[in-house]
């Protein structure tokens, strides 16, 4: 058994014998303890994958792995603990567990997969030991050849490692599904329900049936005008080298017009093969809703204005909430989207549109190295790449965090040592490091890197907001380029988040 299950993958857990009356657990060791886990959240049992070391992570954060294009947040249980150290082994394995969002656990060991009676399964009550009972579910005594198993309770356990813990940030370029917003379209449909995704257009709230949602994206810096299109169709974008009609519902329905902001988003809805954005003033929840409170448009509203888009009114707060379902159906049926997804097609064959799609759908980086660890900042914010001077003048009462300062071309340059900032054990000055010199409102400022390697332009399918497990790690890494091709992950920094307010001024003081 214990052979198996070091070799086992996802397909292979869900293959294991289960009975109706039995609990099953995944066995494994950590130090000199016995643990459990619930098999039903454990995806895959996988051998240490290669791990990127994340700066100001907590010390309990191992770093982020790729596993099959997803990244994978990497937890190890022994700093969890406070067990001593020890060197990964053969026999070392990650749990892939799903908390709302993929975590891999380390554990010295994995033993086997038990079937228990839940009456066999023990309260903590009076329990005692190295671990802190409040992570623990129950126990098992004498099992699997061991005296005592502690079942583990990793919602806890995670909740009270990374209170700051959220699914996933949301970065001013990044995309992200309906599932990452917890919009599960896998949830079971019971018959007498229906799953609709909700949103609000000048105060008013709007739904559509889950099913015709493909995702939710922001709103692009850049979107392309259509000839000859009716009001309501605000051009195209693009989106993963696809072109994407761009509905505003605002003029659609003939209501106030309003600058879009940062809580607007674009719900992509589908009907075969075809796709259309519609601009919302935000996204609001997915409803589950009893079809007993839907009921029709009164036909006197139905050929109306926007009631020519509504198929239904949904009750909800005992009648206090209405919300207006759309017909994905009709809203298709317009002659103006109609000729706009013509016209569209047609776009896709021109040429300069192509190159225009291609450099839309990239991002040009600067990457640089600090350890282990590859960093990308955007190109256009960066000035200049500069040789890391002999000696760099200390000015008397500078802030902690400025390295020094050097002289170019006139002006004073800070500079700050990027590894202090990320706390990464410092290194001996060499011919490698370079100094970017990045404008931070309308302030120069140096920061030294241990070398600079390359320019790269990063298709934007292949950045994701990074999985969020820590503050400090979201004021400066925000979105990943995960390039899964190379084996490469590269943590993108957002030049403006390098240095807070405070520290801005200090740096202006100074120079």
Do not use: W
């Not at 790729?66 to 022994?78: F, H, K, M, T, W």
């Not at 394995?93 to 993929?102: E, S």
């Not at 609001?284 to 009893?290: F, K, M, P, Q, Y």
């Not at 900032?421 to 410092?426: A, G, I, K, V």
Request: charged share 25%.
């Amino acid at each position: 058994m214990e052979k198996n299950i070091l070799e086992t993958d996802s397909s292979s857990l869900a293959n294991t014998e289960k009975f109706d009356d039995l609990k099953q657990f995944v066995v494994f060791i950590v130090g000199n303890e016995t643990f459990a886990v619930d098999m039903i959240p454990v995806q895959e049992i996988i051998r240490l994958p290669g791990i990127v070391k994340v700066p100001l992570a907590p010390l309990s954060l191992e770093g982020i792995a790729n596993l099959r294009g997803r990244v994978l947040p990497i937890v190890n249980l022994r700093r969890i603990f406070n067990f001593e150290e020890k060197t990964y082994d053969d026999s070392t394995r990650a749990l892939v567990i799903d908390l709302d969002q993929f975590f891999g656990f380390i554990v010295d060991r994995v033993v086997s997969v038990i079937n228990i009676e839940p009456e066999h399964i023990e309260g903590v009550e009076g329990i005692r030991g190295t671990i802190d009972s409040e992570l623990l579910i129950g126990v098992i005594k004498d099992v699997a050849g061991f005296p005592l198993v502690m079942i583990i309770d990793f919602h806890k356990l995670i909740n009270k490692e990374f209170a700051n813990i959220s699914t996933f940030s949301q970065s001013a370029n990044s995309t992200f599904s309906v599932t990452e917003m917890e919009f599960n379209k896998n949830l079971e449909k019971e018959d007498d329900e229906l799953q609709l995704v909700s949103f609000t257009v000048a105060g008013q709230e709007y739904a559509i049936d889950i099913s015709r949602v493909q995702e939710i994206v922001q709103l692009p810096e850049t979107i392309i005008h259509v000839p000859n299109s009716p009001p309501h169709v605000l051009g195209i974008m693009t989106l993963r080298d696809q072109l994407l009609p761009i509905v505003d519902l605002r003029c659609l329905f003939n209501l106030p017009n309003q600058e879009v902001d940062d809580r607007c988003r674009i719900v992509v809805i589908r009907l075969g093969t075809m796709v259309v954005g519609l601009i919302t003033d935000s996204v609001s929840e997915v409803l589950r809703v009893d079809k007993k409170g839907i009921n029709p448009v009164p036909h006197l509203f139905a050929r109306q204005g926007e009631m020519s888009d509504i198929s239904q009114i949904c009750q909800l707060d005992n009648g206090k909430r209405l919300v207006s379902i759309i017909s994905v159906d009709r809203m298709f049926n317009h002659a103006s989207i109609k000729e706009t997804l013509k016209t569209v097609e047609d776009m896709k064959e021109n040429k300069e549109l192509k190159e225009t799609i291609e450099t839309d759908n990239e991002e040009q980086v600067v990457v640089f190295r600090l350890g282990e660890g590859e960093f990308g900042v955007p190109i256009e914010s960066v000035q200049e790449i500069l040789r890391v001077p002999d000696e760099l003048t200390r000015i008397p009462k500078a802030p902690n965090f400025v390295e020094g300062v050097i002289n170019l071309r006139g002006v004073v340059l800070p500079v700050i040592d990027q590894r202090r900032q990320f706390e990464l054990p410092s290194i001996e000055r060499n011919d490698r490091q370079r100094i970017i010199v990045i404008l931070l409102n309308d302030m120069r400022v140096g920061f030294i890197v241990d070398a600079v390697s390359e320019v790269l332009k990063i298709p934007k399918k292949d950045i994701e907001p990074s999985p969020q497990v820590f503050r400090e790690q979201a004021k400066f890494l925000n979105r990943i380029a995960n390039l899964e091709k190379q084996k490469r992950i590269i943590q993108l920094i957002e030049p403006t988040n390098l240095l807070d307010e405070t520290n801005q001024l200090q740096l202006t003081n100074l120079v």
